[in-house]
Structures are given as C-alpha cells and as structure tokens.
C-alpha cells in the first residue's frame, strides 16, 4: 500500500532470486534518501518465492505486481512503469546492491543540471559479493558513442518519468532490451550523462542471459537491423563492432 506520493519509483523484476533480494532490498532500504517506493514486477508462474518476496517486503511502502506468465525482465520492467507513482523512475535487477548515497547524488546530480536520464560507475561483484572488477564510465554519451559500445548498467539508471511519454520501452528481446532504450533516449537528448562514482554492485552470475555470447549477437543485431533500421549487412558490422569493444571494456574490467 501507497502511505505517500514517492518522488522516486523503483523498479524491480523479479524471477528466482530469493537467495539475492533480502540483501538488494536492504541496500536499497539504507539509502540515504529515503523519498521512495518499491515496485516488484514478480515474474515467474511458479509462486512458490512470493511468500518470501512479500516478507521482505511487509514493512516497507511498495506494490507487488505479479504476471499470469514469465514475460522477461524487459517487458516486467514496461509493466512496472505503468504503476509508478514517482517523477523519477530507477531501476534495479533483484540480484544488485546500491550504494547507500547512491539516489541522494543521483537526484541531486539530475536536479542541479537539469537532466532526464543519469547512470553511474559500478563494481562487478560474484554470488558472495566479491569484486571482480571495476568499470567507470564516461561523464557523457551521444548516440554513436552509445552505438558503439553500451555502456550503461541498467540498475544504475535514474530516468525522469516524462520522457517515456513519447519513447518506446524496453524491448522484448531476452538481452539487449535495456540498450534498445537507452538509443532512443539519447537521440532525443542528444546526451546522457554519468555520475563516476561506484555507486552500483553488479552481479554477475554463470548461466545468465547476459552470459549467453550467441544470444547477446542474436539480440545485437535484432537492435540494430529491426529497431534502428540498419540494412543487415551495416548491421552485421555493427555486431562485429559491438563485440569488440565488449572484449575491450571486459579487459579493462577485470584487469
């Protein structure tokens, strides 16, 4: 139940991560802007993890949206967006950990420039929150940087709700979906820009979706040849060029 009108909605699909979420929902109850509501986008047919996602839950101001069938974690995320309450919209996968300063200088850093959509650094942790790397963006991206190499972690985005009024959401694809978004906000804005702080602990686990190499060229190229209009073969390049620039930012990570 809603007590009060938040000023920023948090987003989180959510698909067997019980293991994970008391710990991402801590992080995110310890932040030190406390302006929030929670929205759980359950996403699994199975609802035998619902009982624990609602106990974690109990005392804090949330919603618990849950779908007839598995839908992935973009179109959950489309779903969650249409119950928000807040003027800012952040994501957050059920498995990732926030800094406790994380939305206080993400807010502010929005407000002060007067921006519409924010990222920022973030730490590569494993399943026991070992860090295994590091990766500090750029303080800003236009489109053909973007296009080169996305380099956004979606739970580390802040987004203004306004400017979904006239954009696609996340796309359907099973990776990428999250890249589809972020292309069509930037041409719009001309610019995204980033906090380089660490403000984010992503997790990264084996036998994930963003681990499957032939799924991520399949989604790759759908982007571009479907959703940006390429002709395939420029889109096949772009795949290539896609690629190479993840083995580059994956040597930089864990180095």
Same mark, same amino acid.
């Given at each position: 139940?809603?007590?009060?009108?938040?000023?920023?909605?948090?987003i989180?699909?959510y698909?067997? !991560?019980?293991?994970?979420?008391?710990?991402?929902?801590?992080?995110i109850?310890?932040?030190?802007?406390q302006n929030f509501?929670?929205?759980? %986008?359950?996403?699994?047919?199975?609802?035998?993890?619902?009982?624990?996602?609602?106990?974690i839950?109990?005392?804090?101001?949330?919603?618990?949206?849950?779908?007839?069938?598995n839908?992935? %974690?973009?179109?959950?995320?489309?779903?969650?967006i249409?119950?928000?309450?807040? !003027?800012?919209?952040?994501?957050c996968?059920?498995?990732?950990?926030?800094?406790?300063?994380?939305?206080k200088?993400?807010?502010?850093?929005?407000?002060?420039?007067?921006?519409?959509?924010?990222?920022?650094?973030?730490?590569?942790?494993?399943?026991?929150?070992?860090?295994?790397?590091?990766?500090?963006?750029?303080?800003?991206?236009?489109?053909?940087?973007l296009?080169?190499?996305?380099?956004?972690?979606?739970?580390?985005?802040?987004?203004?709700?306004?400017?979904l009024?006239?954009?696609k959401y996340?796309?359907?694809?099973?990776?990428?979906?999250?890249?589809?978004?972020?292309?069509?906000?930037?041409?719009?804005?001309?610019?995204?820009?980033?906090?380089?702080?660490?403000?984010?602990?992503?997790?990264?686990?084996?036998?994930?979706l963003?681990?499957s190499?032939?799924q991520k060229?399949?989604?790759a190229?759908?982007?571009?040849?479907?959703?940006?209009k390429?002709?395939s073969?420029?889109?096949?390049?772009?795949?290539?060029?896609?690629?190479?620039?993840?083995?580059?930012?994956?040597?930089?990570?864990?180095?």
């Amino acid at each position: 139940m809603i007590k009060n009108t938040p000023e920023v909605s948090i987003i989180i699909p959510y698909f067997k !991560k019980k293991f994970f979420f008391k710990n991402t929902i801590k992080s995110i109850l310890n932040q030190t802007y406390q302006n929030f509501e929670i929205i759980v %986008v359950y996403d699994d047919d199975n609802l035998s993890e619902l009982n624990i996602v609602k106990k974690i839950l109990k005392k804090t101001q949330h919603q618990i949206i849950i779908n007839k069938k598995n839908i992935g %974690v973009g179109l959950s995320r489309n779903r969650g967006i249409q119950y928000v309450k807040g !003027k800012y919209i952040a994501f957050c996968d059920a498995d990732d950990l926030w800094h406790k300063d994380k939305l206080k200088i993400q807010i502010n850093f929005m407000k002060k420039k007067k921006l519409n959509f924010s990222h920022t650094s973030y730490k590569i942790i494993d399943n026991r929150k070992k860090v295994l790397g590091r990766f500090a963006i750029s303080y800003k991206l236009n489109y053909e940087s973007l296009l080169k190499s996305c380099d956004i972690a979606t739970s580390s985005v802040v987004i203004k709700k306004n400017i979904l009024k006239t954009q696609k959401y996340f796309s359907n694809s099973k990776t990428k979906e999250d890249y589809f978004l972020w292309l069509k906000i930037v041409k719009k804005e001309n610019y995204l820009y980033g906090i380089q702080n660490f403000l984010l602990m992503w997790r990264s686990t084996k036998g994930s979706l963003s681990d499957s190499i032939l799924q991520k060229l399949m989604d790759a190229f759908k982007l571009y040849n479907n959703y940006e209009k390429y002709n395939s073969l420029f889109s096949i390049y772009l795949v290539i060029r896609l690629s190479f620039y993840a083995l580059i930012k994956k040597l930089k990570i864990y180095r």
